[in-house]
């Protein structure tokens, strides 16, 4: 089972060193179990694993964690060359391929949100391309609903607020 359980932390290790941007909990897991390589208990304490010894770091919001490779995981992944198969780095390699803008849109807009001293909730909305920021916005509001409803609606409308900005500042 070790041997098992060390194979699930290099497959996630190889996904995320395939990348330049971050990789969310959802879409590592959801590959993993949409290839029926393992349960979803297993994934998450292979990452938990993971981040434990250093070798992923974590960003966490309301809604999801995005995950990185450290330095030390691309070089702990170079001594386990063999430790997935082929046939899994290919299907790594295909999933990337052919989902790369989605994977990339989902870890590059994301709003988050937290009490503000003083009452009310900050909620923080972003936009960005690798680790460079195209827009980082912050509002107040009034109430936590409030701020889950303008977290969602920048998943949803960030082009659209994105496009109006400029269009009213570039004017």
Same mark, same amino acid.
């Given at each position: 089972?070790?041997?098992?359980?060390?194979?699930?932390?290099?497959?996630?290790?190889?996904?995320?060193? #395939?990348?330049?941007?971050?990789?969310?909990?959802?879409?590592?897991?959801?590959?993993?179990?949409?290839?029926?390589?393992?349960?979803?208990?297993?994934?998450?304490?292979?990452?938990?694993?993971? &981040?434990?010894?250093? &070798?992923?770091?974590?960003?966490?919001?309301?809604?999801?964690? #995005?995950?990185?490779?450290?330095?030390?995981?691309?070089?702990?992944?170079?001594?386990?060359?063999?430790?997935?198969?082929?046939?899994?780095?290919?299907?790594?390699?295909?999933?990337?391929?052919?989902?790369?803008?989605?994977?990339?849109?989902?870890?590059?807009?994301?709003?988050?949100?937290?009490?503000?001293?003083?009452?009310?909730?900050?909620?923080?909305?972003?936009?960005?391309? &690798?680790?460079?920021?195209v827009l980082d916005l912050s509002l107040r509001v009034q109430t936590k609903e409030?701020?889950?409803?303008?977290?969602?609606?920048?998943?949803?409308?960030?082009?659209?607020?994105?496009?109006?900005?400029?269009?009213?500042?570039?004017?």
């Amino acid at each position: 089972m070790a041997d098992l359980n060390t194979m699930y932390r290099v497959i996630i290790l190889y996904m995320l060193s #395939r990348l330049e941007f971050p990789l969310t909990n959802t879409q590592i897991t959801n590959f993993i179990l949409e290839k029926e390589y393992t349960d979803y208990f297993t994934v998450q304490q292979a990452i938990s694993d993971l &981040l434990s010894s250093g &070798l992923i770091t974590a960003e966490s919001t309301h809604n999801n964690t #995005r995950y990185r490779i450290t330095e030390e995981g691309h070089e702990t992944l170079q001594f386990f060359p063999d430790k997935i198969s082929d046939e899994i780095k290919e299907d790594i390699r295909i999933h990337f391929k052919e989902h790369h803008y989605e994977l990339k849109q989902e870890t590059a807009v994301y709003a988050d949100y937290y009490k503000a001293a003083g009452g009310g909730y900050q909620v923080h909305c972003h936009i960005r391309n &690798l680790d460079s920021p195209v827009l980082d916005l912050s509002l107040r509001v009034q109430t936590k609903e409030q701020a889950r409803v303008v977290c969602a609606n920048w998943e949803k409308e960030n082009i659209e607020v994105y496009a109006l900005l400029m269009d009213m500042l570039v004017k």
